[in-house]
């Protein structure tokens, strides 16, 4: 027996159902922009490592 103000709540690990998916064109524009914004953010961690690095051995 359900409480009365229960909510049904979706089911986390169903699969997505199509109108909870991107629109095909804003997948088209923003895939590539984040997938480059993510390259830069990794490439410039790399640098910050590779700096600290270099300072803990003189």
């Given at each position: 027996m359900?409480?009365?103000k229960?909510?049904?709540q979706p089911?986390?690990?169903a699969p997505t159902r199509p109108e909870a998916a991107l629109p095909?064109?804003?997948a088209q524009r923003l895939l590539p922009l984040l997938e480059q914004l993510l390259l830069e953010v990794l490439a410039s961690e790399t640098?910050?490592?590779?700096?600290g690095d270099e300072q803990d051995h003189p």
């Open positions: 359900r409480h009365p229960a909510t049904v089911d986390l690990f095909l064109e804003v640098l910050v490592t590779e700096a």
